[in-house]
Nanobody, 114 residues
Framework: QVQLVESGGGLVQPGGSLRLSCAGSGRSFNGYVMGWYRQAPGKQRELVATITSGGSIAYQSSVQGRFIISRDNANNTVALQMNSLKPEDTAVYYC????????WGQGTQVTVSS
């Protein structure tokens, strides 16, 4: 069974940092684009950042310069370092892997509030 399991969400004050991790299992994700999406209440799910097996990276403009995505191909993991967090970053964050198939994690809540 292929799974993506996120961890690292929580409550943080504006300006703080959090690190999300996603562990993949059940298959190799070599060749897959891995990334993070988020969905805030009442809004559509949106792309946050993606990274290819070769290390090419793309960010949503609103997180550019604040978030850093990284990947460990050998261990099937992808991480998202989130710095200078803002209340508008509050959302459920989902790990994603896509190539031949598309896989989603169950999501982890990130709340930015004072």
């Amino acid at each position: 069974q292929v799974q993506l399991v996120e961890s690292g969400g929580g409550l943080v004050q504006p300006g703080g940092s959090l690190r999300l991790s996603c562990a993949g299992s059940g298959r190799s994700f070599n060749g897959y684009v891995m990334g993070w999406y988020r969905q805030a209440p009442g809004k559509q799910r949106e792309l946050v950042a993606t990274i290819t097996s070769g290390g090419s990276i793309a960010y949503q403009s609103s997180v550019q310069g604040r978030f850093i995505i990284s990947r460990d191909n050998a261990n099937n993991t992808v991480a998202l370092q989130m710095n200078s967090l803002k209340p508008e970053d509050t959302a459920v964050y989902y790990c994603n892997a896509r190539f031949v198939f598309i896989y989603w994690g169950q999501g982890t809540q990130v709340t930015v509030s004072s």
